[in-house]
């Protein structure tokens, strides 16, 4: 098969790829078009966050080829010469989609990009960790993007096509206008379906259980290995026991040398593979402040997409705190009390306490709970953080 009829091929399918898109768009991809004149941007996310789907929209909308690294048509051809004959050929620019999936790209990416100045090339993975690998080349022609999970004020936009304000802060914001959205929306009822099937903009497909189940197999078993010099199926086992752990233990964190000893394997392999873990998106470790150590696995550790503790029927208790995480780390930089007593975390130089109805406000200085539709005082209602993006 020669190049042109490869290229025709792949741009069959894009186009099959675009009509199907959706009507409605992530709220988040107006940020993301705010950097649509980059020449190069490396963008990175977890699986099924819309990677692919802003990226076919970019391809319409500008003139892009697109091309998914995982299509066997590319075996056929290497990527520096499809490049060259796309941008003979007129396109304006080139989207290289999971990324990882080919030999050598970082090397490919940069003499394409140098021989065509006035051509753009975006690239896309689900890890930051395989761009890392790249960037060495690329870092003074590329920026980094990063796209998070669906955020439960794009979570109602895309539901029911309401779309409200984000706010910057859920310490510092209009209360007289969060009270009037939740006069106005079914805003518990709205946030509970959102916390159990609605991270990620696949909701709308239905089967949000078992794709989350698939994204979290297909992260462990497919991508992981593609980001570690050695793994083994034991490592790969290992790293499945401690999602496992995480969802069902009251205390969420684990246990180091009971862990190596259960699944021999020493102190350094399990510290690479957590921080695997985290740059994967799998995990967030929390660290009490001025915790510098290289090998740490912090004060607390939760799953970093907190609907996965519905789905597996989890500790949802670790479920508040899990989500306050990933609504702050959106933000800024989350640490654990050194002094429990203080309350759980603290941000921005605040401390904040996280739970439920009989939670105490300890010294504290905010108590972010789940069961409040309003907020009352320092009381501020867990779903107000899902409006920050």
Not at 95 to 108: G, T
Not at 322 to 342: H, I, P, Q, T
């Amino acid at each position: 098969m020669d190049v042109i009829e490869i290229i025709e091929r792949l741009e069959t399918r894009k186009e099959r790829m675009v009509s199907a898109l959706p009507e409605r768009k992530r709220l988040y991809f107006e940020k993301l078009e705010r950097m649509d004149s980059e020449r190069g941007i490396l963008l990175y996310g977890p699986r099924g966050v819309g990677k692919t789907t802003y990226l076919l929209f970019s391809a319409k909308r500008y003139n892009f080829f697109y091309v998914s690294g995982d299509d066997p048509l590319l075996s056929q051809i290497s990527l520096y010469n499809l490049g060259e004959r796309v941008f003979l050929e007129g396109f304006s620019g080139l989207i290289i989609d999971e990324v990882h999936f080919l030999n050598n790209w970082s090397i490919q990416v940069k003499s394409l990009y140098d021989s065509f100045p006035d051509k753009k090339i975006w690239i896309s993975d689900s890890s930051s960790i395989i761009l890392r690998k790249g960037i060495a080349d690329l870092s003074r022609r590329f920026i980094k993007v990063r796209m998070p999970l669906l955020s439960f004020r794009e979570y109602i936009y895309l539901a029911t096509g309401k779309k409200i304000d984000k706010i910057n802060s859920p310490f510092a914001f209009d209360r007289e206008y969060i009270i009037s959205l939740a006069k106005d929306i079914e805003v518990l009822k709205l946030f509970k379906e959102y916390s159990s099937s609605g991270t990620r903009p696949f909701f709308l497909e239905g089967n949000f259980s078992e794709k989350m189940k698939n994204v979290l197999e297909k992260t462990l078993y497919n991508d992981i290995p593609y980001f570690l010099e050695s793994v083994r199926d034991n490592h790969l086992r290992l790293m499945n026991a401690i999602i496992s752990y995480l969802l069902y233990s009251k205390i969420p964190t684990i246990n180091i040398d009971s862990m190596c000893k259960e699944w021999g394997v020493g102190k350094p392999k399990l510290y690479e593979l957590m921080r695997v873990m985290e740059e994967s998106e799998l995990i967030n470790i929390v660290h009490k402040e001025r915790d510098f150590k290289v090998n740490s696995k912090g004060d607390k550790i939760f799953l970093s997409d907190p609907s996965y503790y519905y789905i597996y029927e989890g500790e949802i208790g670790n479920f508040r705190e899990a989500f306050v995480v990933f609504a702050l780390r959106e933000k800024g930089k989350v640490y654990s009390m050194k002094n429990e007593k203080d309350g759980d975390f603290i941000f921005d130089g605040m401390k904040i306490e996280v739970g439920g109805k009989s939670k105490k406000q300890k010294n504290s200085e905010f108590v972010i709970r789940d069961d409040l539709d309003l907020p009352i005082r320092n009381k501020i209602p867990l779903w107000v953080l899902g409006l920050l993006w």
